[in-house]
């Protein structure tokens, strides 16, 4: 049964819980002759199962999945491992190619009844012994169910958990330690601990994209849109935070995210002492993530590149509004996050802010994110790159 969104920060929306629990009841009740059949414990799965991984999420909530991979691969070294993702995470997956056999994508027509067909047929196809929902979705906890795999594991948040045949209890923790749980559910002695794993040819992409590091002149990444609006920082205030930096500290500011973003990117270089280095639109997934590892700090919304930043060990500042810290901050010791000192309002979907003039991330000041940028600077005095030995795909 799906949690209701006082105990399950996934779902925090009470209408979309209400009809969550509804589509719920729903199914339980057409499935009910089914349930002893569904509920039957499965025969054990031997040394090299067939495994199927769902993970269709944003970019951020996949990076969080990513320590599985490798610990999946070291438990079952002979296992059939197959990755079902987003096209837009298929860039990051493709980083595992060691430990995924066959990575699958979700396109933007997947829910088209002759692409869904074709899908939940490929599932079939794949014979799989475990099929595991890493995201807590009840759509996919359906996938899991129309896979036939004889194990099905999820987690008790969404939904169509009758479905599966090994459900985690939801405990609030962080997806990182969720992500851990599962792992050691699946028999995989896992620790909480994310690394993306950059080849040679992307680190000499960062370091001709950058050129030398400089301790005078360090690289200050930083991520100004929002796919959420809700999300949105004032940017005047990140170009206060931005001369600080570059008065203070000599910094180098670079600005990531995609073509979209260019204009906004181009604007806030100009309010800046002296203008930034534009990646926006120019550099690929993993390719930012290159250039995040050679970077002294990073500064942004809550989003994926702040998770890049996290997998690469680069400092990370992160600025959180209405979503959850606790469930989605970005990962490491090295990470930072400031959060909203308002509670969102009740009338907020976490995508639009009910309330823009006055929102909850306005209550974030520029002298609390200087103040925490400039520690992290003198915390670590070099890039990840430097100071941590780096290990290639």
Known sequence: MP????????VPASRKWAAIRLIDLMARAAAFPLLPLLRRTPAPWGPSPRILLLRADGIGDFLMTTHLFPA?????????????CNRWSKEIADLYAGEVDEILTLGADNARPKVLKALIARLRAGRYDIAVDLRGDFRYTLLCGLSGARHRFGFAYSGFDFLLTHVLPSAGMHQVEEVAAMGRALGTPLEAELRLPLTDDLRRFAEEYLGSASPQAPWVAMHLSVSRPAKAWPLERFAEVASTLM?????????LGGKDDRAQAEAFSAMLPRPARIAAGETSLAQTAALLERCRLFVGIDSGPAHLSAAVHCPTLVLFG???????????????VLKASRPCDRRCDQVRCAIPEDSCMKTLPAEAVRASALELLEQYPQPSAEREPLSCA
């Open 3 to 10: 949690l209701p969104p006082s105990q399950n920060p996934k």
């Open 72 to 84: 999946l691969r070291r438990a079952y070294p002979q296992a059939r491992i197959d990755l079902l």
């Open 247 to 255: 008065e203070e500290h000599g910094a180098r500011i670079l600005l």
């Open 322 to 336: 209405a979503t959850d810290p606790r469930i989605y901050r970005p990962w490491g010791a090295h990470c930072r």
